[in-house]
């Protein structure tokens, strides 16, 4: 066989289904200016994380007949420096205008972009369900240090160490950290809402469950630095002393 028959045997691409984290800038009410100015306070908050960060827009929370200028939204999503690549809960009439404007229309139910910070007292009581560890569970012994990532696509991933600075960690189950973690920790990467992440000490960047994210500087004073478990109830995350 010719080296040129040879070379077009082989597949130059892999089409492969994955499972990725993608923030979801959920609109409350139809204000552009008010929401233009409060998402660079947020994006200041974390600015490294959101730098050229895709993002869903949803629109779920709107009435259906407000009228959106989808071109106005998008170009003020951008001039963020985030990047609109999808949109939820579009309606009908607007369907064709954002696929005009590149925008992947979206049917899957997705979480809100904002989550909450502590959990109320009366959901506290609540048991975490009980289930067999998923299929394909990792266990890592060694710390996973700054720069570093892991990744389990399938199943719950337990560190017996620390998680460093930098580094990021996320599973399509629950996450462990039997040590401090630092860092980002994504848990339920595939959307699995009852995934849940456990820390021996809480200084994370950033912590999120089925995409719904929380930044460190929305945590909870009193459980920095603790032993704490951060769950998804309600459309947002609650974390909680263990």
């Known amino acids: 066989m010719s080296s040129s028959a040879a070379h077009a045997s082989k597949a ?18 139809n204000e552009l200016d008010e929401l233009a100015a409060q998402l660079a306070d947020k994006i200041r908050q974390a600015p490294d994380f959101f730098r050229n960060a895709p993002v869903v827009l949803s629109l779920r929370e709107l009435d259906e007949d407000e009228p959106v200028d989808l071109a106005e939204l998008i170009t003020l999503v951008r001039g963020q420096g985030l990047l609109p690549v999808g949109i939820t809960g579009c309606p009908e009439r607007l369907k ?45 012994t060694e710390p996973v240090r700054s720069g570093q990532s892991v990744t389990v696509s399938q199943g719950d991933l337990t560190v017996l160490a620390s998680v460093g600075s930098g580094a990021e960690i996320a599973a399509s189950g629950s996450i462990h950290v039997y040590g401090t973690l630092r860092g980002r920790a994504f848990a339920g990467c595939g959307g699995e809402q009852n995934a849940r992440i456990f820390c021996q000490k809480l200084e994370a960047e950033l912590v999120a469950i089925a995409g719904i994210h929380l930044v460190s500087e929305d945590f909870p004073a009193q459980l920095r630095a603790k032993a704490v478990q951060v769950r998804l109830h309600g459309g947002r995350l609650h974390i909680t002393a263990l």
Not at 15 to 26: N, Y
């Open 12 to 29: 130059v691409f892999d089409l492969k289904g994955a499972a990725f984290t993608i923030p979801v800038l959920s609109l409350r009410r």
């Open 96 to 140: 064709k205008r954002a696929a005009a404007l590149d925008l992947a229309v979206l049917a899957a139910r997705t979480g809100k972009a904002q989550a909450a910070a502590e959990e109320p007292e009366e959901e506290a009581e609540q048991k975490p369900p009980v289930a067999a560890p998923p299929e394909g569970s990792k266990i890592i």
